[in-house]
């Protein structure tokens, strides 16, 4: 099957490129489908929409979904973030995350910046309990959000490279991973496989890791491929790279978002 890539940021939150753009580059790179989520409105944080820009947003992608009809399927999706209030209308699906933590009354972020996240542990009281508090939320994510995907799970270790800051294995941050898995599993929520740091040079692995993986698979449960991309030229950065790791970590197959919702398929063809 054709790969698809169902997350995708552009000019309307912190992209490069406008929706126009993304999609000419999809389908010459011969995506089969391309999702857009933009990043919901989330107050104080200029990475996200606003509320004002919501319009706007849906009728660019509308627009492309249209201009590629037949060709590429083109979907409208939003990347609803935990702390986000609650989607405006209807979309064709929610990506859920955790950007950040809330801590004396406001938002700090766990992927801004490798000092960023070295202030944050310390606000935190130490790595253990930002760590704890992150995979806390993510938990809850599903049913806070109410997505069909899930970001980007393992989204704290993206400036962990080589352990820098933890070692993820090591107890007991490993087991408040595996109790966010557990439950998400639960859940039936699709588990993306993200290669979003390895096009922006913070990792060579993509999210979540190669025991997290293993873990979802011995519980039965799903994913779908997605490259977080913010700029046209990383649509499939990374691709080959994480269908290997499934494939290494026993999955034969992912979910693929159609018209008729999502439906499963061997893992893509890639040229």
């Known amino acids: 099957m054709k790969p698809q890539n169902l997350h995708t940021h552009t000019t309307f939150c912190d992209g490069k490129n406008t929706p126009a753009e993304m999609a000419a580059a999809a389908f010459a790179a011969g995506l089969g489908g391309l999702g857009f989520s933009g990043h919901a409105p989330l107050a104080g944080e200029d990475w996200c929409m606003s509320p004002a820009d919501l319009p706007a947003y849906r009728a660019a992608v509308e627009q492309q979904r249209q201009r590629y009809a037949g060709r590429m399927e083109v979907f409208l999706g ?25 801590l004396d009354g406001r938002l700090w972020s766990v992927d801004e910046s490798p000092e960023a996240f ?12 930002l760590v704890r508090e992150y995979y806390r939320l993510e938990a809850q994510v599903a049913g806070r959000t109410g997505c069909a995907i899930v970001g980007h799970f393992d989204l704290v270790t993206k400036f962990n490279e080589n352990g820098r800051f933890f070692q993820p294995q090591a107890h007991p941050l490993r087991g408040y991973a595996l109790e966010a898995l557990e439950a998400l599993a639960a859940a039936e929520v699709i588990f993306e496989v993200n290669t979003g740091a390895i096009s922006r040079g913070w990792r060579t692995e993509p999210y979540p890791d190669a025991f997290l993986l293993k873990e979802l698979r011995r519980l039965g449960g799903r994913v779908c491929l997605t490259g977080d991309s913010h700029s046209a030229d990383s649509l499939l950065t990374g691709y080959r790279q994480a269908e290997a790791l499934l494939r290494g970590c026993g999955f034969e197959s992912c979910w693929y978002f159609t018209t008729k919702g999502f439906r499963e398929g061997p893992l893509p063809e890639l040229c």
Do not use: K, M, W
């Open 78 to 102: 939003l990347e609803q973030d935990f702390y986000s209030p609650p989607p405006d209308g209807t979309y064709d699906y929610l990506i859920g995350s955790v950007h950040a933590l809330r």
């Open 118 to 129: 070295a202030r944050l542990a310390r606000r935190c009281g130490g790595v253990e309990n």
